[in-house]
């Protein structure tokens, strides 16, 4: 067993990332805490709390954050489990968390995540989720998956991206789907009254040298380009979806049609 590598980004914020040595994908996982619940986005590559032990790490990160907050929260303490997209790497493990007390896991379909978000206009409408004292603004996000979904948190100002916006590989599987969601991305960040101040996503696939990035399956990456990345980077991420060729390298990013 590997345990969790986690960063509390604040005191109400972790970033989790599953170990290479656990998966070589290495996916990014965050948990989020509000008054009257918790949000988890991902459950990251492996179904076997052996090999990563998802549900541990949740409930040690809840009992240390539930401490530092005693006797304001109903208890049990309410945990809902979503996801940035429905791609194996960010799913796996949802069974460890199924039977998890307070737990409701959001279903991974397109349908599923309408549903339960409350969108009327997907993916065009942006919908609020509040977590106690702590919205998020949730944008529809496909083209890289079609249930994928962008969760911007106006207590942080982070913009959380899945793997359509991230230091790696932007695998473009349905082209006009991944334009319009990034024009939405763009223009939320452009009017949104809370600044925008980070976008955050889901794997790092680019070394610190611009432009190159790690072979796939590698479990070894040193010097990691940093996970997080500048609002602008939108605006790079539109204007090489405009450029020809299959691979389109920026030196933070490339994008990859594979629809
Ligand atoms: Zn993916």
């Known amino acids: 067993?590997?345990?969790?590598?986690?960063?509390?980004?604040?005191?109400?914020?972790?970033?989790?990332?599953?170990?290479?040595?656990?998966?070589?994908?290495?996916?990014?996982?965050?948990?989020?805490?509000?008054?009257?619940?918790?949000?988890?986005?991902?459950?990251?590559?492996?179904?076997?709390?052996?090999?990563?032990?998802?549900?541990r790490t949740i409930d040690e990160l809840t009992q240390d954050w539930l401490?530092?907050?005693?006797?304001?929260?109903?208890?049990?303490?309410?945990?809902?489990?979503?996801?940035?997209?429905a791609h194996r790497d960010h799913i796996a493990g949802d069974a460890l968390l199924a039977d998890r007390p307070a737990t409701t896991v959001v279903g991974t379909t397109a349908a599923e995540v309408i549903g339960f978000f409350g969108f009327r206009s997907w993916p065009a409408?942006?919908?609020?989720?509040?977590?106690?004292?702590?919205?998020?603004?949730?944008?529809?996000?496909?083209?890289?998956?079609?249930?994928?979904?962008?969760?911007?948190?106006?207590?942080?100002?982070?913009?959380?991206?899945?793997?359509?916006?991230?230091?790696?590989?932007?695998?473009?599987?349905?082209?006009?789907?991944?334009?319009?969601?990034i024009e939405r991305l763009i223009a939320f960040r452009d009017g949104s009254a809370v600044p925008v101040r980070t976008l955050l996503g889901a794997h790092?696939?680019?070394?610190?040298?611009?432009g190159v990035d790690y072979p796939s399956g590698t479990v070894d990456q040193p010097d990691e380009a940093p996970l997080a990345m500048?609002?602008?980077i939108l605006d790079e991420v539109r204007a090489a979806l405009d450029e020809p060729g299959d691979r389109v390298v920026r030196d933070r990013f490339i994008v990859v049609h594979d629809g």
Not at 69 to 75: G, I, K, L, T
């Open 67 to 85: 401490r530092r907050h005693p006797a304001r929260f109903v208890r049990p303490y309410p945990l809902v489990v979503a996801h940035t997209h």
């Open 1 to 55: 067993m590997t345990d969790a590598e986690f960063t509390w980004l604040d005191p109400d914020t972790v970033q989790i990332r599953q170990p290479k040595t656990s998966h070589w994908e290495a996916p990014f996982l965050f948990l989020l805490f509000g008054r009257d619940r918790s949000l988890l986005l991902d459950t990251g590559a492996t179904t076997d709390e052996a090999v990563f032990p998802l549900r």
């Open 230 to 232: 500048p609002p602008s």
């Open 204 to 210: 790092v696939e680019m070394s610190n040298e611009p």
């Open 125 to 181: 409408e942006i919908v609020g989720f509040d977590l106690g004292d702590r919205m998020l603004d949730l944008i529809g996000a496909p083209g890289h998956e079609p249930s994928a979904v962008a969760f911007f948190d106006r207590a942080t100002g982070i913009l959380f991206t899945g793997d359509t916006i991230c230091p790696g590989n932007l695998y473009v599987r349905d082209r006009p789907d991944f334009v319009r969601t």
